[in-house]
């Protein structure tokens, strides 16, 4: 069986053919369109095209993207493209490719590819969590992604900073009209607000993290503060969730003493008198969602994505 992952982004659409072991057959990346929803759609066709050209087979397709096709209206919602949202995207592009296709969240996928054969593998919970310039997650189960009656589960990034310390109430407004939220402070420009609130200096994250390892106090103290914060984030959703392991991906997850000083702190707030869960990195890196599109069919030909 081959599976078609297509990683739709704002920036780029990328499709990538995977075999049944996991090897890639087939892959290939162009600029998304920048006018408007039919033309990615044509985009989408073209590329798929492709793929069952190269690979000599009719693949099934599963996509990513920003934000989540409503159970109420069918419609993609969230999405920072949002020329996609109020949009049948996936009704449409059945009809286009004439198959089923299966669209979830980006985050999704990223869990699902960690999951399947990265850095969760063999796991029976993974909680894949993304660092970057938002904060996102996914939730696989024995080889399913959780979905919800919502569409919702994993969006960990909306909930409120736990164990709130002096000065993190009520927090920063976020996009989604709530206020210290996660995301806010665990994002990529979220460290870097903290870091110039605290210092005067704007630095962006990775010129944050290389001074520390340089010896910058302000730096290393940003980074401190970070940990903690992760590592409260992150016990919250072991004492809800008690996953096996926890992928990190996005660029802060890039940030290699993470794995060691996040599980020393998270003991603080996990309700429990060991914490066996893991902090590992991505396996995948930047391939992770285009690979979990491809992912969420499983052998069968049925849905692995839930």
């Given amino acids: ?17 995977l075999a049944a072991d996991g090897s890639e057959r087939f892959r290939r990346r162009v600029p998304t369109p920048p006018d408007g929803y039919l033309p990615v759609l044509d985009a989408i066709a073209d590329l798929v095209a492709a793929a069952d050209a190269a690979v000599g087979a009719r693949g099934s397709v599963g996509i990513g993207t920003p934000g989540s096709i409503s159970r109420a209206t069918g419609l993609l919602r ?31 996928c990223f869990a699902l ?25 996914g939730i696989v189960v024995r080889g399913r992604v ?43 420009p979220g460290l870097e607000r903290e870091h110039s609130r605290s210092t005067g200096k704007a630095l962006g994250a990775r010129e944050i993290a290389a001074a520390a390892a340089a010896g910058d106090a302000a730096c290393e103290a940003s980074l401190i503060h970070y940990e903690r914060r992760l590592a409260r ?42 914490v066996d869960t893991r902090l590992v990195t991505h396996r995948h890196g930047d391939s992770s969602g285009v690979r979990g599109a491809a992912w969420l069919w499983d052998e069968s030909g049925g849905e692995g994505g839930g």
Avoid at 1 to 17: C, F, P
């Fill in 1 to 17: 069986m081959i599976r078609l992952g297509i990683d739709l982004g704002g920036s780029k659409i990328e499709i990538v053919a």
């Fill in 78 to 108: 969230g999405s920072n493209s949002i020329y996609l949202n109020d949009k049948p995207v996936g009704v449409d592009l059945e009809r286009r490719l004439g198959r089923a296709v299966h669209i979830t969240n980006d985050a999704n």
């Fill in 113 to 137: 590819s960690e999951a399947t054969d990265g850095g969760g593998a063999g796991a029976e919970t993974v909680f894949g969590v993304i660092l970057g310039t938002g904060v996102g997650a």
């Fill in 146 to 188: 959780l979905i919800g009656p919502n569409a919702i589960a994993g969006e960990w990034g909306h909930n409120p900073m736990p164990w709130p310390e002096e000065g993190e109430r009520p927090g920063p407004p976020c996009f989604c009209g709530q206020s210290g939220c996660i995301e806010m402070f665990l994002s990529g």
């Fill in 233 to 274: 984030a992150l016990a919250h959703v072991i004492n809800i969730l008690d996953p096996d392991v926890i992928v990190l991906g996005g660029g802060l997850s890039n940030i290699h003493r993470l794995y060691d000083n996040v599980p020393r702190l998270w003991g603080e707030w996990v309700f429990s008198d060991r």
